[in-house]
């Protein structure tokens, strides 16, 4: 917005102020699980959650999310054979794919590569 509209819109002139329209907020929605822990566990998680200055739902929430999208992140796997090479893997999706040493460009397309 350019700066006369906005100090059009906050001039309090151009308010209708008896037809005032008071909305409830829309939550997103939730859901409640129920979770298990032996009692030592509940601390263990409970004095870490703390020490993140979170709450413990908070941190467990927050855990959960992130272990889930790590696992769903693709593997990196890279092996080499009958030559000087090495092999890796990482949790962490690269930047970039290389196949033989030559970029790819639609790497969900490469199912495997022989020399």
Request: aromatic share 6%; glycine share 2%; charged share 25%.
């Amino acid at each position: 917005m350019n700066k006369k509209k906005n100090l059009e819109l906050e001039s309090l002139d151009n308010w209708d102020v008896n037809k005032v329209a008071v909305k409830s907020p829309v939550n997103p929605s939730r859901v409640v699980v129920s979770v298990a822990f032996q009692r030592s566990d509940f601390e263990r998680v409970s004095k870490h959650a703390a020490l993140l200055g979170k709450k413990t739902s908070q941190f467990i929430r927050d855990t959960v999310i992130e272990k889930t999208l790590k696992q769903s992140e693709p593997l990196l796997f890279s092996t080499c054979s009958l030559s000087l090479g090495a092999s890796w893997s990482t949790d962490q999706t690269p930047p970039i794919t290389l196949v033989a040493g030559n970029q790819v460009e639609h790497p969900e397309m490469v199912v495997a590569t022989t020399s």
